[in-house]
């Protein structure tokens, strides 16, 4: 087990004690922005601040809220998102998202891509996702 000081030399923050689940990017027309879906469970004492996300078949991935507001459907980009302690949080339609904004070719239903998420600290966390399409296949 190495001590902070050790992981302070190596330039390495740990992981974070959490899992992800249900990972999935729901591509509904080729080349448009797709969204992407999970459950983030925090198994630790405490909060887990999520500041970001990276795909390399993305283009940029970024994290969005859908908001309805007056019958009107909008995103926003947001920079952070915290997960309480021993809790989970959920992107889901028509709530947290990811946004995979220049879905590469490669990315069709069956298919996997790897989706980095980066959280306050400098840790991270590297999960399969995989690609479905309008009706979650
Ligand atoms: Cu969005």
Same mark, same amino acid.
């Given at each position: 087990?190495?001590?902070? &000081?050790?992981? &302070?030399?190596?330039g390495?923050?740990p992981?974070? /004690? &959490?899992?992800? @689940? +249900?990972?999935r !990017?729901?591509?509904l027309?080729a080349s448009?922005?797709?969204? *992407?879906?999970?459950? $983030? +469970?925090n198994?630790?004492?405490?909060?887990l601040? $999520?500041? *970001?996300?990276?795909?390399p078949?993305?283009?940029? $991935?970024?994290? @969005?809220r859908?908001m309805?507001?007056?019958?009107?459907d909008?995103?926003v980009?947001? /920079?952070?998102?915290s997960?309480?302690?021993h *809790?989970? !949080?959920?992107?889901?339609?028509g709530?947290?998202?990811?946004?995979?904004?220049?879905?590469?070719?490669?990315l069709r239903?069956?298919?996997? !891509?790897?989706?980095?998420l980066?959280f306050?600290? *400098?840790?991270? $966390?590297?999960?399969?996702?995989?690609?479905?399409g309008? @009706?979650?296949?």
């Amino acid at each position: 087990m190495l001590g902070i &000081a050790a992981l &302070a030399l190596l330039g390495a923050a740990p992981a974070p /004690d &959490a899992e992800v @689940h +249900d990972a999935r !990017i729901r591509v509904l027309l080729a080349s448009r922005p797709a969204g *992407g879906y999970f459950q $983030l +469970d925090n198994h630790a004492a405490e909060p887990l601040t $999520l500041t *970001g996300a990276a795909s390399p078949g993305c283009g940029s $991935l970024m994290l @969005h809220r859908s908001m309805n507001s007056g019958g009107t459907d909008s995103m926003v980009a947001v /920079d952070h998102v915290s997960v309480p302690a021993h *809790g989970s !949080i959920r992107f889901a339609p028509g709530g947290y998202h990811l946004m995979c904004m220049q879905p590469a070719p490669t990315l069709r239903p069956g298919a996997t !891509i790897p989706v980095t998420l980066t959280f306050a600290g *400098g840790g991270s $966390l590297t999960t399969k996702f995989s690609v479905e399409g309008a @009706h979650g296949r």
